[in-house]
């Protein structure tokens, strides 16, 4: 009698319970076209939604009375309703386009956003993952775009006829020293950051403001996520990479980790390859964060990640024997004043290790140490919806060792700089950023000043206009032998920017050009600063979704033609990394659970001084399945017909080759904690 009874009592709460729940329901759109993933919800509540692909939204609520509902889309004005809550029924909202101030002006010229929403070009950590034959590499994913050569011998980024080493990463706004995990020759590196930590990744192929610096090509700004709301846990595993993560959410902050192993191992007992590996490549990584929000006001983020790589291969006479260790950390806090004016402070500190046996010839021994500490400072004011400035500086202190066989050098050297931004809304459509950026090192001074004027003639179209002068130091190993006191490189940048969009289309052209002065040149066995270069070229883009429903088409070219009198050459030529064409088609399908996509790649042949290489082809194709709701299947091919593709011509004019024609990989992801597959490393 006393369980019926209880019994009674459960259902009798659990039918008050249904009564007191009330749906609120209705449509929004912008008078025209339904807004999709519009926030809609109850102030004061956790209860609410976002609307669907028709701008459609459905929700219960407990709350009775008067309640106010608000919903809220990016580039439009809030939408308030308070009326009893038994009358959001039905509902018919039209939300009002906000008028466009600085702050949504995020299109810009040769810059590429992907996980923010930029009115079109989104891509999430999932997107990075697989896209192409990238397995998981931002690097590789970013080789899609244009601007960026094929270099298959390394794989890095070469952006507009630049070397590799003028892209520079930033994360959280802190310099990076060495963003690659090392590799052999002739077998392309990797990136050394999961997509999964970044909420935010903006590559910019040149252009960009006083901000950044030390970067004479391209910068790739890449922001976290904030703190985790809720815990995750997940795993995935391939033929060569295997990975565990997770976050713990707390009140106001989360703690998150990651750790991974890549072996070839496996790979190289499986399929056939060139190399005569002593030892495979194998890389174990591990990385932590920790974030806290301060009332809101406030935000500290920090992060720490250890890398180490080993490989040795057999070659000719001697057995090379190779292993690095790269740390790097940062701490970064964001802060409130009140009154328009934000504060932003951060440190950073990277060092890497180069341990290298038979590096050149048997018995040789190659050690190299670098680390750089930096620190940086900002401030900005928001003025009004017309005017945004900020002002900044920075330190990076920087020292480094290298010794081959008993010889080599010690270098000790800091470099200051300081920043100032104007970003002005002149007349409504017409926007203007200013800034001078200026650097100190050794008693050299210098200024460069850039300007970006944008025109959006309309929601679909806009032009920019950008100039500006950027800096970059020696590598070390130059400024080691220099013989001057001119210690940075320069490189003026001019561009036109022409961007179209609609629901369904983006188009970008940009036509640009660059002219180096002060680059490094060896003469009479050491280097001054006599070498210079230009690069001039146009980059096509064109992604569009309308040809047939759940088709995505992307094609990207550029036209490079780079001239450059710098390191050992005797007279101006093509640097032998810059291609003239790239051209990259890509096709992705979904159906049902699964997506499959197809990318065609190709470079004309580059120059050297053995021989000039044929082009460069590659067929890639990946197939992504959702096996189950927490569970992922990819899998790509690359190089699907086994072109011979020859990376370069060494000394004796012999072609090189990569280790594999084709490159298989199927990997699993599965997330333990969440409703969403491979969301482990959300960080």
């Known amino acids: 009698m006393k369980h019926f009874f209880l019994h009674i009592i459960f259902l009798l709460f659990a039918v008050c319970s249904i009564e007191a729940q009330t749906v609120v329901s209705g449509t929004i759109s912008d008078g025209n076209e339904p807004l999709a993933g519009t926030n809609v919800f109850i102030i004061g509540s956790i209860d609410g939604c976002l609307t669907d692909s028709l701008g459609r939204f459905s929700f219960t609520t407990t709350m009775t009375g008067e309640v106010t509902l608000k919903s809220s889309f990016v580039g439009y004005e809030d939408f308030f309703l308070t009326a009893d809550a038994a009358q959001l029924t039905n509902l018919t909202i039209t939300m009002n386009e906000q008028a466009t101030s600085i702050d949504e002006v995020v299109v810009s010229a040769s810059t590429y956003s992907f996980g923010k929403r930029d009115h079109f070009k989104t891509m999430n950590a999932l997107d990075v993952v697989m896209t192409g034959s990238s397995c998981g590499d931002i690097v590789a994913a970013l080789q899609a775009l244009p601007g960026t050569q094929k270099v298959g011998e390394n794989g890095k980024l070469y952006v507009r006829g630049g070397e590799s080493e003028e892209c520079q990463t930033f994360v959280n706004g802190m310099h990076v020293l060495v963003p690659y995990s090392t590799n052999i020759d002739n077998s392309a590196v990797r990136g050394r950051f999961s997509p999964f930590m970044f909420k935010g990744i903006n590559f910019s192929l040149g252009g960009y403001n006083g901000e950044y610096g030390q970067a004479l090509s391209a910068v790739l700004p890449m922001e976290t996520t904030d703190a985790a709301t809720s815990d995750k846990m997940g795993v995935s595993a391939s033929l060569v990479d295997w990975n565990i993560g997770g976050t713990k959410a707390y009140e106001s902050s989360s703690l998150s980790f990651n750790a991974a192993m890549t072996s070839m ?7 056939e390859e060139r190399f005569d590996f002593s030892r495979p490549y194998l890389k174990i990584s591990g990385e932590s964060q920790y974030k806290k929000e301060f009332r809101q006001k406030g935000v500290m983020k920090t992060y720490v990640g250890y890398d180490l790589t080993t490989v040795g291969q057999h070659i ?4 090379l024997d190779l292993c690095e260790h790269n740390v790097y950390a940062n701490a970064t806090y964001k802060v409130s004043l009140g009154k328009g004016y934000t504060l932003f402070g951060g440190i950073a500190n990277s060092s890497v290790i180069n341990d290298i046996y038979d590096a050149l010839q048997a018995g040789d021994h190659y050690y190299n140490f670098r680390n750089e500490v930096h620190l940086k400072t900002e401030v900005q004011k928001g003025c009004t919806s017309w005017l945004k400035l900020s002002a900044g500086s920075e330190d990076y202190i920087r020292n480094s060792k290298m010794d081959y066989d008993g010889k080599g050098y010690k270098l000790n050297y800091n470099l200051f700089a300081a920043h100032v931004d104007a970003q002005c809304k002149v007349i409504p459509r017409v926007f203007l950023n200013v800034s001078a950026r200026t650097e100190i090192m050794n008693s050299e001074w210098l200024m460069m000043p850039r300007a970006t004027l944008s025109y959006q003639s309309s929601k679909q179209l806009q032009f920019t206009a950008v100039a500006g002068r950027y800096s970059q130091t020696f590598a070390d190993d130059y400024l080691a032998q220099k013989a001057d006191g001119r210690s940075q490189s320069t490189a003026d940048h001019a561009i036109l920017s022409m961007q179209y969009s609609t629901d369904n289309t983006l188009v970008r052209i940009e036509p640009y050009c660059k002219k180096y002065r002060r ?10 600063s006599h070498g210079y270069g230009t690069s001039r070229g146009i980059d096509l883009f064109w ?8 088709l995505t088409t992307i094609c990207s070219y550029s036209l490079n033609v780079s001239r450059r009198l710098y390191l050992d050459n005797a007279e101006p030529c093509t640097p032998d990394f810059a291609s003239r064409h790239n051209l990259r088609l890509t096709a992705k399908y979904s159906f049902g659970k699964a997506i499959i996509g197809m990318t065609e790649s190709y470079a004309s042949g580059r120059h050297f001084a053995t021989g000039t290489t044929p082009h460069y082809n590659s067929v890639d194709v990946n197939l992504t399945y959702l096996l189950a709701p927490k569970v992922i299947i990819y899998s790509s091919l690359s190089n699907v017909f086994g072109r011979k593709n020859i990376f370069r011509y060494d000394a004796s004019g012999n072609p090189v080759l990569p280790s594999n024609d084709r490159f298989f990989y199927i990997g699993i992801f ?11 490393s959300n960080f």
């Open 543 to 550: 992604e569009d979704h309308s040809l047939f429903k759940n």
């Open 670 to 680: 599965v997330s333990l904690k969440n409703n969403k597959a491979y969301d482990i």
């Open 519 to 528: 680059l490094p040149l060896l003469e009479n066995g050491i280097y001054s």
């Open 316 to 319: 000719d006479e001697r057995s």
């Open 265 to 271: 191992g496996l790979y190289d007992k499986l399929f």
